[in-house]
């Protein structure tokens, strides 16, 4: 029998960077990185897909960048900026997706130059979605502009828009050759906004940080109040603790572990039944005090610890149930949610749980029995 092998690797690198007032004339940051980036001779253009919701709260936003490439000519601007809608529709409608592609192929946007997108992590998904399967694909430039998409979501390698009901769905694995987190936007953000994105640094926290965890209690009034210094250090290192894992062994998640999704699988199914009422970090945090408290009750967790976690949720104004998080019948939605996460894996199950504070633990099995009691737990407040 005859054949031929293959196999080679590819390296990816991008850099996460942390600055205020990014398209400020005085600011080089982001020229200085074009400039770098291209090579001799090399004419490129770029496009910015922005978040309906962040230019509301910026108005000014599309002048400071029309002023900024005046100045600073690293790029050849696209004098339209593609606006679509912030949050969960962004990427429920395809007609998002679709006019973004259609600004790609009007406007020549050729894999030398660069789709930039600005807004939270929905926009940035389908943003990252569009400009990888352009032209096998362009460079994307991130930008978040949500505590969320600047600690988590924007900062990692995955992009993808909701099809089928299904969350995610369609994505691709494919990294952005920057991101720059600007402070400004999170000054503009709701209360509600703000509080949210912190799920996701106590999520990382208790899978991969115990001191981390320490400094979120600690610090939690602070962050309440919307301390901008607190608020600095949990997007700098839970961004910091997401991409050392990105670089750790299975970044496209090629085998059936998703430990960075901890709390997740209850969570994107609250989000679909509540029609995205909820949050993405609302509905984290209702998944992270359930996996919690199944942690506990099967033996994996000890109580003090188990109260500590959700006395901090609780102390960052979180709800840690919901009325359609319903575990107690055998047809509930939210068990199908475990079968469509077990799917969306690729392989057999793989729930991360918790054996300690800062120690993630994989299990493969989940009793729904214990899982019923869990539930139960957090409806009564047993905690």
């Not at 608020?231 to 894992?245: D, F, P, V, W």
């Not at 099995?365 to 407040?381: F, K, Y």
Request: glycine share 8%; with cysteine; hydrophobic share 40%.
């Amino acid at each position: 029998m005859e054949y031929l092998h293959q196999s080679f690797s590819v390296t990816f690198e991008y850099r996460v960077h942390f600055t205020s007032a990014l398209f400020h004339l005085s600011n080089t940051l982001f020229s200085d990185f074009i400039e770098q980036q291209k090579g001799a001779g090399t004419n490129c253009k770029i496009l910015f897909v922005a978040d309906q919701h962040v230019l509301a709260h910026h108005p000014f936003l599309a002048d400071q960048i029309k002023a900024y490439f005046d100045k600073y000519r690293s790029a050849e601007l696209i004098s339209e900026v593609i606006i679509i809608p912030g949050g969960e529709i962004a990427k429920n409608d395809r007609a998002h997706f679709n006019s973004i592609v259609n600004a790609v192929n009007a406007y020549g946007i050729d894999r030398h130059s660069y789709l930039a997108g600005i807004g939270g992590g929905s926009v940035l998904d389908v943003c990252g979605f569009a400009a990888a399967v352009s032209h096998r694909g362009i460079k994307h430039i991130r930008i978040p502009t949500t505590v969320l998409s600047q600690n988590d979501s924007g900062v990692g390698v995955k992009n993808g828009i909701n099809y089928k009901s299904k969350k995610n769905f369609l994505g691709t694995f494919a990294p952005p050759v920057a991101v720059f987190n600007d402070d400004r936007f999170l000054t503009t953000l709701s209360d509600r906004d703000w509080l949210s994105g912190i799920s996701e640094a106590v999520k990382v926290a208790l899978i991969k940080d115990a001191s981390f965890f320490i400094w979120l209690e600690e610090q939690a009034a602070a962050l309440v109040a919307r301390d901008m210094d607190a608020m600095h250090y949990l997007i700098k290192r839970c961004a910091e603790l997401h991409m050392q894992h990105i670089s750790s062994g299975d970044p496209f998640e090629a085998g059936s572990s998703r430990p960075l999704d901890y709390g997740h699988w209850s969570a994107h199914k609250l989000e679909q039944l509540t029609d995205f009422e909820l949050t993405h970090g609302e509905a984290v945090a209702i998944g992270i005090a359930l996996d919690a408290a199944y942690s506990c009750i099967s033996g994996l967790l000890d109580e003090a610890e188990y109260t500590r976690i959700i006395q901090l949720l609780t102390n960052l104004r979180f709800s840690i149930t919901h009325p359609l998080l319903d575990v107690e019948r055998e047809n509930s939605q939210i068990f199908l949610g475990l079968e469509e996460f077990q799917q969306h894996l690729g392989g057999r199950l793989t729930i991360m749980l918790l054996a300690g504070i800062g120690k993630g633990k994989e299990v493969h099995t989940i009793d729904r029995e214990m899982l019923r009691q869990a539930g139960m737990r957090l409806v009564n407040g047993h905690w």
